[in-house]
């Protein structure tokens, strides 16, 4: 999305299968590049700024190692240095999501069109290009880590069959997480499902294109992850005892806090829930609040398209 001479310039590209948002977003940044050279080399512009909201985007552009986004982080670079020969300056800013910045609906009706030209419907969008036909990094680790997942729900399963209400599985001599194997199976899943970002709440079901954002237990704008942890104002009680005082007793744990002796604003929640120290606190948190659950609404979004798009927000 580009705003120029009065209105919205918009593109979009499908980037076939076998992609993450995270590879959306790189290519967005690329191609915000390649199209202010473009531009700029007609209409005699001295300086560029681009937004864009994904900080691990604006990391990966200023290294060309192997890994996630090279490609991409390289076709961002030599556009770059088209720019920086004509002596036109770049800036990068960052700009928090959704936050009430202009033509950011725009930008996620586009993706939607987008994702959808997969399915024959639409016909605007860009056939996915010759370049970008490769499986990419990101989507692997996925793939991996659903894999993982996978293996975790039967997992779950088998100790389902060993009793009806407890689950005491030595696992932790297959290297697995000990804590959450010892606990009961639905807090269990709700424990991985929250972990890899497949839990129902509100943004994922916003990312699967059902429903807005909005908390259902407090009314705040965005139900994230790090919202239901950390802020929202439904389970209270229960984040001070995460956080901060912890539990005393037998199986009692220290707060996260105290833990990783940081103030829960500066822990991300894909930090803490990685932290196996932290496991028996969060899993204690899941059996005290409704966090996660599947309720008829979100069982219904859960069972359809798991198709993703993402707005490469730029
Ligand atoms: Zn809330």
């Given at each position: 999305m580009v705003w120029k001479e009065e209105r919205w310039y918009k593109r979009r590209v499908h980037l076939g299968r076998q992609k993450e948002a995270f590879d959306a977003e790189m290519y967005a940044m690329s191609e915000a590049v390649k199209i202010a050279d473009e531009i700029c080399s007609e209409k005699g512009v001295r300086r560029?700024?681009?937004?864009?909201?994904?900080?691990?985007?604006?990391?990966?552009?200023?290294?060309d190692e192997p890994g996630p986004g090279q490609i991409?982080?390289?076709?961002?670079?030599?556009?770059?240095?088209?720019?920086?020969?004509?002596?036109i300056q770049v800036e990068y800013w960052w700009v928090p999501a959704h936050k009430g910045v202009e033509g950011n609906k725009e930008v996620d009706l586009q993706a939607m069109k987008a994702a959808y030209k997969h399915c024959g419907?639409?016909?605007?969008?860009?056939?996915p290009l010759k370049h970008l036909n490769y499986v990419s990094?990101?989507?692997?680790?996925?793939?991996?880590?659903?894999?993982?997942?996978?293996?975790s729900k039967n997992k779950i399963?088998?100790?389902?069959?060993?009793?009806?209400?407890?689950?005491?599985?030595?696992?932790?001599?297959?290297?697995?997480?000990?804590?959450?194997?010892?606990s009961q199976k639905s807090i269990a899943a709700r424990f991985y499902q929250l972990k890899t970002g497949h839990a129902i709440i509100a943004?994922?079901?916003r990312r699967i294109g059902k429903g807005d954002?909005?908390?259902?237990?407090?009314?705040?704008?965005?139900?994230?992850?790090?919202?239901?942890?950390?802020?929202c104002k439904g389970w209270k009680r229960e984040q001070k005892r995460l956080w901060v005082d912890g539990q005393k007793g037998e199986h009692g744990y220290e707060g996260i806090?105290?833990?990783?002796?940081?103030?829960?604003?500066?822990?991300?929640?894909?930090?803490?829930?990685?932290?196996?120290?932290?496991?028996?606190?969060?899993?204690?948190?899941?059996?005290?609040t409704d966090v996660g659950r599947i309720s008829g609404v979100a069982e219904e979004a859960e069972n359809s398209d798991h198709e993703e798009s993402s707005d490469g927000g730029v």
């Open positions: 560029v700024t681009i937004f864009m909201d994904s900080q691990a985007t604006l990391r990966r552009i200023q290294l991409l982080a390289l076709r961002t670079m030599n556009w770059e240095s088209e720019l920086i020969d004509k002596n419907s639409y016909t605007e969008t860009q056939n990094f990101a989507h692997i680790n996925r793939r991996m880590t659903e894999v993982k997942w996978e293996e399963k088998e100790m389902g069959k060993k009793s009806k209400h407890s689950y005491r599985y030595d696992l932790v001599m297959k290297g697995s997480n000990g804590v959450t194997m010892t943004s994922y079901l954002m909005k908390c259902w237990w407090c009314g705040h704008e965005y139900q994230t992850r790090d919202h239901l942890f950390k802020w806090e105290k833990v990783l002796k940081k103030p829960k604003i500066s822990l991300p929640m894909s930090l803490v829930f990685a932290e196996e120290k932290c496991s028996q606190a969060l899993l204690d948190f899941l059996s005290v």
